[in-house]
């Protein structure tokens, strides 16, 4: 149950596996719902028998405004699940220069209650 999908131009390397949900690039594909569905589809399963614990572990560069929809539609299923007593953590990596990435991630990670680390770069 392994999900990868490789970088693009326009959407993000995604790794999708037991314990760790990975997406590290940039993310404004032409078709946000092509693209994202698969993945919220495959946590949304994985949620229903997760890892001990799981890493989610994020590095976007660029996010535009559908899929900061659909990132946040992704931690809320992960809330569920941490609310169910799954153990994870989000590890949000950003350039250290790079404001607007971190004022987004401290503006999720004011919304949620799971563990959530920004780590600067």
Not at 36 to 55: G, Q, S, V
């Amino acid at each position: 149950m392994n999900l990868k999908i490789e970088k693009t131009n326009l959407t993000p390397f995604v790794h999708l596996k037991q314990g760790l949900i990975e997406l590290n690039g940039k993310s404004v594909p032409e078709n946000p719902h092509a693209f994202y569905d698969p993945i919220i589809n495959w946590i949304t399963r994985y949620t229903t028998n997760p890892a001990k614990f799981t890493e989610v572990k994020l590095s976007l560069e660029y996010l535009n405004s559908n899929s900061c929809i659909y990132i946040f539609k992704i931690l809320q299923i992960l809330q569920n699940s941490y609310n169910e007593g799954n153990a994870m953590a989000i590890n949000w990596y950003c350039e250290e220069d790079d404001e607007i990435m971190i004022g987004l991630a401290g503006d999720y990670k004011t919304l949620l209650e799971i563990p959530f680390n920004v780590i600067l770069s």
